[in-house]
């Protein structure tokens, strides 16, 4: 049974916009940690964003600070990833994720436990 489920991926110029969004199946996903992660075929995953349960405390990798933005909407079990200024180097498969341990937020991909499928970004020049 899937529990996440990401949509809003498509395909961009470089320098526009593109906003994810992440469905989730069980109230619970309330009170996990979220994040994002991406993956260009033949690459290893990397992080992009993650937020705490409460929606306070944000994680971003040094490459999408100041164009990407997390957010949550715990009452529609949603998590937001709304990305700005894409670049051609931005083009990959983004997952989301969350992890139902009890961490502070963290960018390994090893700490989280529930993944949706993913959905394709591609960024033209």
């Known amino acids: 049974q899937v529990q996440l489920v990401e949509s809003g991926g498509g395909m961009v110029q470089a320098g526009g916009s593109l906003r994810l969004s992440c469905a989730s199946s069980?109230?619970?996903?309330?009170?996990?940690?979220r994040g994002w992660f991406r993956q260009a075929p033949g690459k290893e995953r990397e992080f992009v964003a993650a937020i705490n349960w409460s929606g306070d405390s944000t994680l971003y990798s040094d490459s999408v600070k100041g164009r990407f933005t997390i957010s949550r909407n715990n009452a529609e079990n949603t998590v937001y990833l709304l990305m700005n200024n894409l670049k051609p180097e931005d083009t990959a498969v983004y997952f989301c994720?969350?992890?139902?341990?009890?961490?502070?937020?963290?960018?390994?991909?090893?700490?989280?436990?529930?993944w949706g499928q993913g959905t394709q970004v591609t960024v033209s020049s």
């Open positions: 069980g109230r619970a996903f309330s009170t996990y940690t």
């Open positions: 994720a969350a992890t139902s341990f009890r961490l502070g937020l963290t960018s390994a991909a090893t700490r989280y436990n529930y």
